[in-house]
């Protein structure tokens, strides 16, 4: 076992759980987004733009200084200067960050704080679940979404086909 995975005992929500708290959500709110088309940021914001029925918020305050927008939309300071509460806040920025994102969240409203792929936080995780919200912690929003979804192949993952059958060469 690696100290990395030693290090980890709080236990999230099951694939059921995070199917039922995805369907639930109405709103996004993406917290540490990037108008950098090459950052992880952009490319979920554009896949739940396209791909899904979310209604999806950018919260940066650098660039809402800069009054940026994001793939069109506004970037807004903070997750209470959106124009509504979000269900769900993904979260890129640094663990170290991510107790105060979560007391931002609970104070907003949001049922559920999901921290980005590579993203592990359990005091966070903890002070989220002691709010009664919610808390996944390193996955993706957008993989976990095509996962259920059947949309894997979508913006970035090949699937192909899973078969048994031995394949002919030509």
Excluded at 14 to 31: G, H, K, W, Y
Excluded at 58 to 71: D, E, H, Q, R
Excluded at 126 to 136: F, N, P, Q, T
Aim: hydrophobic share 45%.
């Amino acid at each position: 076992m690696s100290a990395a995975t030693a290090e980890r005992s709080w236990v999230g929500p099951s694939a059921p759980e995070r199917l039922n708290i995805l369907r639930a959500t109405q709103s996004i709110a993406i917290v540490g987004a990037s108008d950098k088309a090459a950052r992880a940021s952009y490319f979920v914001a554009t896949y739940l733009l396209s791909s899904t029925r979310y209604r999806v918020y950018f919260v940066n305050p650098v660039l809402a200084g800069k009054g940026a927008t994001i793939l069109g939309h506004p970037v807004y300071p903070s997750l209470a200067d959106l124009p509504e509460v979000p269900d769900l806040v993904e979260v890129f920025r640094k663990a170290e960050d991510t107790p105060g994102i979560v007391e931002e969240a609970h104070q907003a409203g949001a049922k559920t704080v999901w921290l980005q792929l590579g993203i592990w936080n359990e005091e966070a995780a903890d002070l989220a679940e002691s709010y009664g919200m919610h808390a996944i912690m390193d996955r993706c929003v957008k993989i976990e979404h095509a996962r259920f979804h059947g949309g894997l192949h979508l913006a970035g993952f090949n699937t192909g086909v899973v078969s048994s059958k031995r394949q002919m060469l030509a």
